[in-house]
Each structure stands twice: as structure tokens, then as C-alpha cells.
């Protein structure tokens, strides 16, 4: 059971916007740390696609962007392309456990 | 660019000591503004993070509570790398192993990542 809760799986057509909630509690997300979001294909490492909420690294085009309001943070791709099909985590940092912390992981499916 | 190279064995026998290492180019282990990371993943724990060090004139480190008492992390300046020792394993331990940078910016977050190591613990 992870710290931070996301949907196991999402999905949508090439071209649309989806959307994958990251949902924490008071002890981290909702304390104030940062959110930041990793995109991970199988057999490759993860890469960071938004941190300290909304910012993107170089490289990481914009049809990707971050949000967070209270307790939760929601990462949005828009025009969706069939090489975002991935799995997608969140992580913040929780200071009842003192650690890092991650979410679940979303799968998105590119129909 | 920075980049990760870890190396280290596949396999591990319960009780032994599980060993990676992280070769670390185009940034420094003792770089004043970083931290260094091991992270693993695995169906059962999914991604979990371990522990870190980092040099601040001096050097710290800080680990998971899950795994205290069984993990140290080194770091080799004469290397640059930095290396992961867990003892005493159990099957439990067998995960996806992964080191990876902390900019130490808004927030701890990832920003380089080693390749992986899947590590099995088994006799």
C-alpha cells in the first residue's frame, strides 16, 4: 500500500488530454513538500518529467504539466501521442515516516 | 550530461550481502549541492527509496527506516563513485535496483538515474 495514491491505469486517444491524480494526506503532500512526477518505460530508468510541482527539466516538452492543491497534485498530458504510453509515478516527501515516498503507478494506455 | 553506471551481481544468496556500485560521470561524488540516492523497486514494495549521501564539509547519510541497521551506502572519492552494501537478505530484498541524483532543489527529487541492477536473492 502506497503513501501516495494513484489510479492504477488510464487511458485516451491519440491527440486528447488525460489527466493522473496523485493523492497524499497531511503529512506530506498537504504539509507543503513538493511534488514530482516520473515517467517510466520497462527496461529503462525512470524519467523526471515535472518537480517542485510544476517545473518542467529541459528536454521535457510542454504537452506535460503539473498541479497540486492540498492534499493531492494531478500530472496532465495533452495531445496525447502513442509514445507516452508508460507508467507514470508521483512522489513527495512525508515527514511522519522522515523518507521519500512514492505513488503506486499509473499505467496510460494510448488507444 | 551526468550520467549513471552501476555494476554489481544478479544474484545474491539469503544472509549474504547485497553490493552495488554506482560509477558517477559528469558530476562529483563530494559536489557540496547533491545528494546521491539508491532507490528499488519491486512488485510487492513497488518503488521504494533506501538512502542517500551527501557531503556538506563533512559526510552524511540518511536511510530508510525499513532497511536501518542493514544498509550503508559509501561513497568513493578516488572513484567517484558510490556504492550500496545490504546485509543479512532475504527474498524480500529481491527488487530492481536503481541509484540516481537529488539536485537537492525544490524539494528531494531524481533527476539522474543509474540503468538498474535486478538483484534476486535466492539460494
Known amino acids: 500500500q502506497s503513501v501516495l495514491t494513484q489510479p492504477p491505469s488510464v487511458s485516451g486517444a491519440p491527440g486528447q488530454r488525460v489527466t493522473i491524480s496523485c493523492t497524499g494526506s497531511?503529512?506530506?503532500?498537504?504539509?507543503?513538500?513538493?511534488v514530482h512526477w516520473y515517467q517510466h518505460l520497462p527496461g529503462t530508468a525512470p524519467k523526471l518529467l515535472i518537480y517542485?510541482?510544476?517545473n518542467r527539466p529541459s528536454g521535457v516538452p510542454d504537452r506535460f504539466s503539473g498541479s497540486k492543491s492540498g492534499t493531492s497534485a494531478s500530472l496532465a498530458i495533452t495531445g496525447l501521442q502513442a509514445e507516452d504510453e508508460a507508467d507514470y509515478y508521483c512522489q513527495s516527501y512525508d515527514s511522519s515516516l522522515s523518507t521519500v515516498v512514492f505513488g503506486g503507478g499509473t499505467k496510460l494506455t494510448v488507444l | 550530461q551526468v550520467q549513471l553506471q552501476q555494476s554489481g551481481p544478479g544474484l545474491v544468496k539469503p544472509s549474504q550481502t547485497l553490493s552495488l556500485t554506482c560509477a558517477i560521470s559528469?558530476?562529483?561524488?563530494?559536489?557540496?549541492?547533491?545528494?546521491w540516492n539508491w532507490i528499488r523497486q519491486s512488485p510487492s514494495r513497488g518503488l521504494e527509496w533506501l538512502g542517500r549521501t551527501y557531503y556538506r564539509s563533512k559526510w552524511y547519510n540518511d536511510y530508510a527506516l525499513s532497511v536501518k541497521g542493514r544498509i550503508t551506502i559509501d561513497p568513493d572519492t578516488s572513484k567517484n563513485l558510490f556504492s550500496l552494501h545490504l546485509n543479512s537478505v532475504t527474498p524480500e530484498d529481491t527488487a530492481l535496483y536503481y541509484c540516481?541524483?537529488?539536485?537537492?532543489?525544490?524539494?528531494?527529487?531524481?533527476?539522474?538515474w543509474g540503468q538498474g541492477t535486478l538483484v534476486t536473492v535466492s539460494s
Open positions: 540516481a541524483r537529488d539536485p537537492r532543489t525544490r524539494g528531494d527529487h531524481f533527476d539522474y
Open positions: 559528469g558530476d562529483s561524488v563530494s559536489r557540496n549541492s547533491v545528494a
Open positions: 517542485g510541482n510544476t
Open positions: 497531511s503529512s506530506n503532500i498537504g504539509a507543503g513538500y513538493d
